[in-house]
Nanobody
Framework: QVQLVESGGGLVQAGGSLRLSCAAS????????MGWYRQAPGKQRDMVAL???????NYADSVKGRFTISRDNAKNTVYLQMNSLKPEDTAVYYC?????????????WGQGTQVTVSS
């Protein structure tokens, strides 16, 4: 049974930082592309950051220079370091896994963790 369990969300003031973690089980973690997505109330779910099996990364323009995605294959965990947070970063953040970058939305998903940034 595949499980992706996010943690690290919470309430933070604008300009602050949070580090999200996503622990994976039931998959061969090192062979999966890992990603973070977010969904704000009334909006669609958008990609935030992706990291390939080789460690290449891709970021949404809105978070470039502020967020950093990383992975630890030994711990089956992907991280999202979020700095200089803004109120518009408020959303539920989801972890996703897929063998292929083009099929992320059809892959495995976690339950999400809430991030709230106050102004």
């Amino acid at each position: 049974q595949v499980q992706l369990v996010e943690s690290g969300g919470g309430l933070v003031q604008a300009g602050g930082s949070l580090r999200l973690s996503c622990a994976a089980s039931g998959i061969i973690f090192s062979t999966n592309v890992m990603g973070w997505y977010r969904q704000a109330p009334g909006k669609q779910r958008d990609m935030v950051a992706l990291i390939t099996t080789g460690g290449s990364t891709n970021y949404a323009d809105s978070v470039k220079g502020r967020f950093t995605i990383s992975r630890d294959n030994a711990k089956n965990t992907v991280y999202l370091q979020m700095n200089s947070l803004k109120p518009e970063d408020t959303a539920v953040y989801y972890c996703a896994a897929s063998p292929h970058i083009l099929t992320m939305t059809r892959g495995y998903w976690g339950q999400g963790t809430q991030v709230t940034v106050s102004s």
